[in-house]
């Protein structure tokens, strides 16, 4: 099955049950492809949390058919927005910028706002 035959308002339990039968494999291969317990792929499947994001992005990379914005909708989150190397450098260049109680306060905020979005919806 395509993954653009997704159906509207799919979640993550759901998602991974497509992903089983697509790729015929288990919650423990789930597992090892994401680097997390085969018990944490079962709270998954219960519905009792959601994944974190790089558990999300594993999992979009180690089964290509599933996208990594449809894997992270169906967990009810935004896809984090991408890296480059140009912009990583570009920030770290205003990071050396910063004073070090700055780089401490921004250091803080980035904290609270990845914790955020870890417990969006977990």
């Not at 680097?35 to 999300?56: E, F, I, M, Y």
């Amino acid at each position: 099955m395509a993954t653009d035959d997704a159906p509207p308002g799919e979640d993550f339990a759901q998602l991974l049950a497509r992903l089983r039968d697509e790729y015929g494999v288990n919650d423990s291969q789930i597992a090892t492809a994401t680097g997390v317990s085969p018990s944490t792929v079962s709270t998954w499947n219960h519905r009792r949390r959601q994944p974190r994001p790089d558990a999300l992005r594993a999992l979009a990379a180690a089964y290509p058919k599933f996208t990594e914005a449809e894997v992270f909708a169906a967990a009810g989150r935004k896809t984090p927005g991408p890296l480059s190397p140009t912009r990583e450098e570009r920030v770290l260049d205003l990071w050396r910028g910063l004073t070090a109680e700055q780089q401490e306060i921004k250091e803080l905020e980035l904290r609270a706002l990845n914790e955020h979005n870890r417990s969006a919806l977990s």
